[in-house]
């Protein structure tokens, strides 16, 4: 099945100037027949892809912070494990991203020759670290629904090197779908392997984030016993309802595209560039929402990231701890 409809996927296929040229027009002289009713306006995929590149810079600070603490300054346990690795996809993505957004601005004034080559490399580039930060969420929420429902089990029969291990292979697992999904394209030279990829994607990872998430907010949320919740927990919740919000609709507007080839191209370009905006948001939020739910608002003096993330991560061992003696004490 042949897809016309995802070749808009950030101009993969088509540089700036092939848009001006599909209506015998071009996009760095628009008074010479330039249509500005049914072309893209420069300006403001100028300002949407600048946008993205100062998002991109405080979010590379944020989880280059995270990853410097969890990875070097702190002591590792399986919970700081995957939000370790998470916080490196995040990085990915948004160097990609930024990549992506500065190569564009170029290709608009043609400063950049060889735009499709690098985009083609740093649009797979993304297309790894945005899969692996999905499979990493979905193994978190899955890892934490079963903390929380079978606290003693997991704490007993969980194998010690678990969260490394599934680390390791969602990041595997992630490069070869992607390597398949490249080579594909450069042998078929259609995007039907990014479809499938990213239908696999839905049909996999969004109900089972889905179902962890809602099992997570009503076994922590409603249940008396539960009250002593962590805040650890509350940070994981709210990555994933921004994920939910703001990286999965990338995926649903490349499946759209893929459904409704005869949208115009133009259309298409803004819709996944908007996605683009959006995944990069995400991206940047989680050291955001780690700083915000692990700060001590009572404290006068301002505290440094590396004390708000040992009190983060240190409270929900706590608390799994206090769960974990409350259902032994109930046996």
């Excluded at 989880?63 to 002591?75: A, E, S």
């Excluded at 934490?144 to 697992?173: K, Y």
Aim: aromatic share 14%.
């Amino acid at each position: 099945m042949r897809n016309d409809g995802l070749e808009s996927w950030s101009s993969l296929n088509a540089s700036w100037k092939d848009i001006g040229a599909e209506n015998g027009t071009d996009i760095q002289t628009p008074q010479d027949g330039f249509d500005h009713e049914s072309s893209l306006n420069p300006i403001a995929v100028i300002i949407l892809y600048f946008l993205i590149i100062v998002i991109s810079i405080f979010g590379l600070m944020g989880n280059g912070t995270v990853i410097w603490f969890l990875g070097f300054c702190m002591k590792r346990n399986p919970f700081t494990t995957f939000i370790l690795h998470l916080a490196v996809a995040d990085l990915g993505a948004l160097m990609s991203l930024s990549s992506l957004s500065i190569m564009t601005i170029l290709n608009l004034f043609s400063f950049l020759p060889l735009y499709s080559n690098l985009l083609i490399v740093f649009n797979y580039l993304l297309l790894f670290m945005y899969n692996t930060g999905q499979y990493l969420l979905t193994a978190i929420s899955m890892d934490r629904c079963v903390s929380a429902v079978f606290p003693l089990w997991h704490r007993c029969h969980r194998p010690p090197h678990f969260s490394t291990l599934v680390c390791a292979t969602i990041w595997i697992i992630s490069f070869l779908l992607t390597v398949i999904s490249m080579i594909l394209f450069i042998f078929t030279l259609t995007m039907d392997p990014l479809f499938y990829l990213f239908l696999m994607n839905a049909i996999l990872c969004l109900p089972l984030m889905t179902v962890s998430t809602l099992v997570l907010f009503l076994k922590v949320y409603f249940r008396s016993q539960l009250r002593n919740k962590g805040k650890a927990l509350t940070a994981i919740l709210l990555a994933l309802l921004f994920f939910l919000f703001l990286a999965f609709p990338l995926t649903c507007i490349v499946l759209i595209c893929f459904f409704t080839p005869v949208i115009d191209y133009k259309l298409q370009f803004v819709a996944i560039s908007v996605g683009f905006l959006c995944s990069c948001l995400n991206s940047s939020i989680n050291p955001l929402i780690y700083f915000l739910i692990g700060r001590n608002k009572r404290a006068r003096s301002r505290e440094s990231m590396k004390v708000i993330l040992q009190r983060l991560f240190k409270e929900e061992e706590n608390c799994r701890e206090e769960r974990e003696v409350s259902v032994q004490t109930r046996m």
